[in-house]
């Protein structure tokens, strides 16, 4: 797709980018056609982005979707790295995963490379840790409400993977230790070492990303301008070989 429309006219590539955006919007939300649940609420990063993609495209937020590129793609990186479902199972639910997780990091990727918003730069990178932040507290804070009411409703959340430690510490078992810091303020349970390693993880692995990103600006650009230098160097070659005179 990006070598098919990287010449197109913007307005080609914009409508590529948002009927890709809507494809993932739609997506994601078939998962409602097998029930609503308290679990199903997007409110995982990978899960939102569909969300935040339509949002950034529909309105022409640059600075949402520089946070969205950094943020959402690192993320989905992970997800796709370490998936949260058995290999060979072709279930409905891991279907949908593979699927929406390949549009979380096909979208941004080719809006960006597809020129529709300018360079990640280093502004980008406080969009990308205000945004996160605030996400990282709501997920925090409705993880923490609704684990307090589980009794209740039957249900537990796992938003952003710090509210279920034994899959954590599977993942992660040098980290076991974190699990012995707790307190409970009522119904509420709070693990503080686990919630700031898991918000200093991955702004770590977020920010280098961004590095990796601009690592390959560098290296498009060098390429870029050799590729420049060799066209101009043949076209010296070809006119100076052009205006010698013929011999007879």
Not at 93 to 112: A, D, K, N
Not at 115 to 130: H, M
Not at 227 to 242: F, H
Request: hydrophobic share 50%.
């Amino acid at each position: 797709l990006y070598y098919a429309f990287r010449f197109r006219p913007r307005h080609d590539r914009v409508m590529l980018c948002m009927f890709l955006t809507l494809v993932l919007f739609f997506h994601y939300n078939s998962m409602y056609l097998m029930g609503v649940t308290i679990k199903r609420l997007p409110f995982q990063l990978c899960n939102i982005a569909s969300y935040f993609y339509l949002i950034a495209m529909v309105f022409n937020l640059g600075k949402m979707f520089h946070f969205c590129f950094i943020v959402n793609v690192a993320g989905t990186i992970l997800a796709i790295v370490a998936p949260t479902f058995s290999i060979g199972d072709t279930s409905f639910w891991t279907m949908h995963y593979i699927i929406e997780h390949s549009l979380v990091l096909i979208v941004p990727s080719l809006v960006m490379g597809l020129r529709i918003y300018p360079r990640v730069t280093t502004k980008s990178l406080k969009y990308a840790a205000i945004g996160f932040t605030c996400y990282f507290l709501f997920a925090f804070l409705l993880g923490t409400i609704l684990n307090g009411y589980s009794a209740e409703t039957g249900e537990k959340v796992n938003y952003f993977y710090m509210f279920d430690l034994e899959l954590a510490f599977d993942y992660f078992p040098f980290l076991t230790f974190a699990g012995n810091y707790h307190f409970s303020i009522g119904r509420f349970e709070i693990y503080p070492i686990v919630v700031s390693i898991v918000y200093l993880g991955f702004t770590l692995i977020w920010f280098s990303f961004y590095m990796l990103v601009k690592l390959l600006y560098k290296i498009d650009d060098d390429h870029l301008e050799l590729r420049n230098s060799s066209i101009e160097l043949y076209e010296k070659i070809t006119n100076k070989t052009s205006r010698r005179p013929k011999e007879f």
